[in-house]
C-alpha cells in the first residue's frame, strides 16, 4: 500500500473511531461505572474521592481522535467530523441535554482544532496534549454550566477526560515515530 493510501485509510479508520465515541459517551452514561444511580448518569472514580459521568472517558477519546482525523485526512475532514459529531452528539443525548451535550461538542472540537493547527508541525505529542487540553476544560465547563447551571463536577469532567488523553499519548508518540520512518508527512 503506498503513502497516500494508507494515509487515507488510517484517516477514515480515526473518522469512524471519532463517530464511535458520540453513542458511545452516551451508551457509557447508562450502563457503566462503579455507581449507577437511578435517574442519574453512572460515575467512575477518577481520583481517590472524585466520580465523573463515565460518559467523559470517550468524550477525551474523541477529542485526540479528532486530532488524528486532521492530521491524516486535513482540516476540512476535521471540520466536517465536528459539525457531524456535533449533530449526533444532539441527536443521541437525553432530551434535558441535547443543547448542552450539543453546543458543549461542537465548541470544545473547535477550540481543539484552533489549538492543533497551529502546532501540529512542531509535533505532534505536543499538538494533541495542548488541543486536548483545551478542548476538555472548554468542554466541561460549557456543557456543566448549560446542563445544571454550576460547575461543582469540574475536577471529575477534566479529570476522566485527561485520563484518556494521557493513556493515548503512548500511541500517539508511536504513530509519530512511525510516520518519521516511513516518511507520512500530516495532510
Same mark, same amino acid.
Given at each position: 500500500?503506498?503513502?497516500?493510501?494508507?494515509? /487515507?485509510?488510517?484517516?477514515?479508520?480515526?473518522?469512524?473511531?471519532?463517530? !464511535?465515541?458520540?453513542? &458511545?459517551?452516551?451508551?457509557?452514561?447508562?450502563?457503566? @461505572?462503579?455507581?449507577?444511580?437511578?435517574?442519574?448518569?453512572?460515575?467512575?472514580?477518577?481520583?481517590? @474521592?472524585?466520580?465523573?459521568?463515565?460518559?467523559?472517558?470517550?468524550?477525551?477519546?474523541?477529542?485526540?481522535? /479528532?486530532?488524528?482525523?486532521?492530521?491524516?485526512?486535513?482540516?476540512?475532514?476535521?471540520?466536517?467530523?465536528?459539525?457531524?459529531?456535533?449533530?449526533?452528539? &444532539?441527536?443521541? !443525548?437525553?432530551?434535558?441535554?441535547?443543547?448542552?451535550?450539543?453546543?458543549?461538542?461542537?465548541?470544545?472540537?473547535? !477550540? *481543539?482544532?484552533?489549538?492543533?493547527?497551529?502546532?501540529?508541525?512542531? @509535533?505532534?505529542?505536543?499538538?494533541?496534549? &495542548?488541543?486536548?487540553?483545551?478542548?476538555?476544560?472548554?468542554?466541561?465547563?460549557?456543557?456543566?454550566?448549560?446542563?445544571? @447551571?454550576?460547575?461543582?463536577?469540574?475536577?471529575?469532567?477534566?479529570?476522566?477526560?485527561?485520563?484518556?488523553?494521557?493513556?493515548?499519548?503512548?500511541?500517539?508518540?508511536?504513530? /509519530?515515530?512511525? *510516520? !518519521?520512518?516511513?516518511?507520512?508527512?500530516?495532510?
Amino acid at each position: 500500500m503506498n503513502l497516500e493510501t494508507r494515509q /487515507r485509510v488510517e484517516g477514515y479508520a480515526f473518522l469512524l473511531a471519532f463517530a !464511535a465515541c458520540i453513542p &458511545a459517551a452516551n451508551w457509557f452514561i447508562g450502563h457503566v @461505572g462503579t455507581v449507577c444511580p437511578p435517574n442519574s448518569p453512572c460515575l467512575l472514580p477518577v481520583a481517590p @474521592g472524585i466520580l465523573a459521568p463515565s460518559g467523559v472517558l470517550m468524550v477525551g477519546l474523541a477529542l485526540v481522535l /479528532r486530532d488524528l482525523v486532521q492530521r491524516r485526512l486535513g482540516k476540512a475532514w476535521a471540520l466536517g467530523a465536528v459539525l457531524v459529531g456535533a449533530v449526533l452528539s &444532539a441527536l443521541l !443525548a437525553p432530551p434535558a441535554l441535547v443543547v448542552a451535550s450539543g453546543l458543549a461538542f461542537l465548541v470544545s472540537e473547535f !477550540a *481543539d482544532f484552533a489549538v492543533y493547527t497551529p502546532l501540529q508541525r512542531r @509535533g505532534l505529542v505536543l499538538a494533541v496534549v &495542548a488541543s486536548s487540553a483545551m478542548g476538555l476544560v472548554v468542554d466541561s465547563i460549557l456543557f456543566l454550566w448549560l446542563a445544571f @447551571g454550576n460547575l461543582s463536577f469540574l475536577i471529575g469532567q477534566v479529570l476522566g477526560k485527561s485520563w484518556m488523553v494521557l493513556l493515548a499519548l503512548p500511541v500517539i508518540w508511536l504513530l /509519530r515515530e512511525r *510516520d !518519521a520512518r516511513i516518511g507520512l508527512q500530516p495532510a
